[in-house]
């Protein structure tokens, strides 16, 4: 069973920052890929920023020169520092875990977390 801990939403006026964490913990080896997406209710959830296990990174258009994605492959963590925030970035923001394989070559699949608020007052 992998689980997939968030940290860091909340509610911050336009033009500040936060920082969002995410800690994947269970029977883990390997995680090719980690990120964050976000979804407005009533919307489809939408790519943020991904993070490969090699430190290639992928950033929506929205989000480019604002946002820097981080990871600890050994920790198995991933975090999104989020600068110059703008109320259209208000959403519920899921970290992801894709493509996570096991100490026994075994592919277990693709694991979400529960979701962060993020607000951004104007």
């Known amino acids: 069973q992998v689980q997939l801990l968030e940290s860091g939403g909340g509610l911050v006026q336009a033009g500040g920052s936060l920082r969002l964490s995410c800690a994947a913990s269970?029977?883990?080896?390997?995680?090719?890929?980690m990120g964050w997406y976000r979804q407005a209710p009533g919307k489809q959830r939408e790519l943020v920023a991904v993070?490969?296990?090699?430190?290639?990174?992928n950033y929506a258009d929205a989000v480019k020169g604002r946002f820097t994605i981080s990871r600890d492959n050994a920790k198995n963590t991933v975090s999104l520092q989020m600068n110059s925030l703008k109320p259209e970035d208000t959403f519920v923001y899921y970290c992801?875990?894709?493509?996570?394989?096991?100490?026994?070559?075994?592919?277990?699949?693709?694991?979400w977390g529960q979701g962060t608020q993020v607000t951004v007052s104007s």
């Open positions: 269970g029977s883990i080896f390997s995680i090719n890929a």
């Open positions: 993070i490969s296990s090699g430190g290639r990174t």
């Open positions: 992801a875990a894709l493509g996570v394989y096991s100490g026994s070559g075994n592919r277990l699949g693709d694991y």
